[in-house]
Each structure stands twice: as structure tokens, then as C-alpha cells.
């Protein structure tokens, strides 16, 4: 059962444009969200992150969005630029003296110039 | 600080010999975890360590895997025999409480092919 789901492979964007990368989740018990970025032959680094208890965090050009009720979250990069290029993963991360982040398959964004 | 460094960064060995994974983690850093990405399964996350102490290892797929952390600066996984399903990239990834829930600093990885 996947816990943490991104459902679209791929996104291209034109540079300059909004990039929106969604990511929908069903353990309801995640104490918080991240966003990691991976460039190839790197590993993930991290990017962003929100509280389960926040709807909303920003920072610089990325900002990311929780709709609990939903439980979808999604990032948001204005504007994109050509080092956006990369995979980008969501995670869900457990707390409660847990450790151990479940990732998605991650999305595959492509920034045309 | 050189990050986490993972050893080899390639490794191609034949069905049925034993695979040995090698990670370095960040001084001062006292979790780490072991990851697995395929295209199919994506990152999954296979075992990690609180002080050097396996804490869960529910995601080791089999028997055939076992990891160590001997000391707070090193950790290996092994595959014994190693099957061609295993070949995949491994990440190790280290972090501290300072690093904030989900914090992570993830190596390079190793690329391992079994022929």
C-alpha cells in the first residue's frame, strides 16, 4: 500500500511559469511533509518542509500547501527557472519517536526555455 | 564537511557472490538509513539506526540483507547471494535532531547491477 502517492511522472513547465507538483497521502498520522529535489547521480537534498498543523509554508520561490481534509499537499515554485530541472519527492514523516521517511515516486519536472 | 560519502559509487557483480554497501555518515550525526530506489518501488527505506541501534528493519526485503553500524562513523549493507532483482540504487542518508523532522543528508548512493 502506498502511503505517499505522486501520480504524475512527469511535468514540463516553461521557464519563467508557476511549477505545480502535487502529492496526495493516506496515513492520516504523518506528523509532517517534505519536499526533497534530486538532480541525477545525486542523492535527494532537501527543500521544504510543513507542520501537519500548517497549511502553508514559503520559502523564497517554493512554497508549499496543505489541505489536510484532502490530504494532498503541493509545491509551488514561482517562477521556475532551468536549475528547477530535476525529480522532485515527497515524504511524509512519521514522529511520535518514529524516524524514517516514506517517500513518493517522485515527479520528473522538466523546465523549457 | 564532505557530506556522506558512500562506497563504491558502481558496483557490478555476478548472481550468487555476496555485495558489501559501505556509508560514512556525517561526524557528529547519530541517525542513519539505508534507502533503495528502483523505478518500480521508488525510494524505499530498508533499515535505519538511532546511537548505532537498529531501530527498524522491517523494510529489509529478506534475509539475504543485513546491515551493521559498529561505530558512529560507519555502516555497511550486505546482500548474501546477491539475486539480479537486487540490482538497484542504495542510499544512505544521516541526520541529527538539529536537523529538524525529516531533515536528511543523503549520499551519493551506490548503483549496484547484478549480472
Known amino acids: 500500500d502506498q502511503q505517499v502517492k505522486q501520480n504524475s511522472p512527469s511535468l514540463s513547465v516553461q521557464e519563467g511559469r508557476i511549477s505545480i507538483l502535487n502529492c496526495d497521502y493516506t496515513?492520516?498520522?504523518?506528523?509532517?511533509f517534505l519536499w526533497y529535489k534530486k538532480y541525477p547521480a545525486e542523492g535527494p537534498t532537501f527543500l521544504i518542509s510543513?507542520?501537519?498543523?500548517?497549511d502553508k509554508n514559503e520559502d523564497g520561490r517554493f512554497t508549499v500547501f496543505l489541505n489536510k481534509s484532502a490530504k494532498h499537499l503541493s509545491l509551488h515554485i514561482v517562477p521556475s527557472q532551468p536549475g528547477d530541472s530535476a525529480v522532485y519527492f515527497c515524504?511524509?514523516?512519521?514522529?511520535?519517536?518514529?524516524?524514517?521517511?516514506?517517500f513518493g515516486k517522485g515527479t520528473h519536472l522538466i523546465i523549457q526555455p | 564537511d564532505a557530506g556522506v560519502i558512500q562506497s563504491p559509487r558502481h558496483e557490478v557483480t555476478e548472481m550468487g557472490q555476496e555485495v558489501t554497501l559501505r556509508c560514512k555518515p556525517i561526524s557528529g550525526h547519530n541517525s542513519l538509513f539505508w534507502y533503495r530506489q528502483t523505478m518500480m518501488r521508488g525510494l524505499e527505506l530498508l533499515i535505519y539506526f538511532n546511537n548505532n541501534v537498529p531501530i527498524d528493519d522491517s523494510g529489509m526485503p529478506e534475509d539475504r540483507f543485513s546491515a551493521k553500524m559498529p561505530n558512529a562513523s560507519f555502516s555497511t549493507l550486505k546482500i548474501q547471494p546477491s539475486e539480479p532483482r537486487d540490482s538497484a540504487v542504495y542510499f544512505c542518508?544521516?541526520?541529527?535532531?538539529?536537523?529538524?523532522?525529516?531533515?536528511?543528508?543523503f549520499g551519493s548512493g551506490t548503483r549496484l547491477t547484478v549480472v
Open positions: 510543513i507542520s501537519s498543523i500548517k
Open positions: 515524504a511524509g514523516y512519521p514522529g511520535g519517536g518514529a524516524d524514517g521517511l516514506t
Open positions: 542518508a544521516s541526520s541529527t535532531p538539529e536537523s529538524g523532522p525529516g531533515g536528511y543528508t
Open positions: 496515513n492520516s498520522m504523518f506528523d509532517y
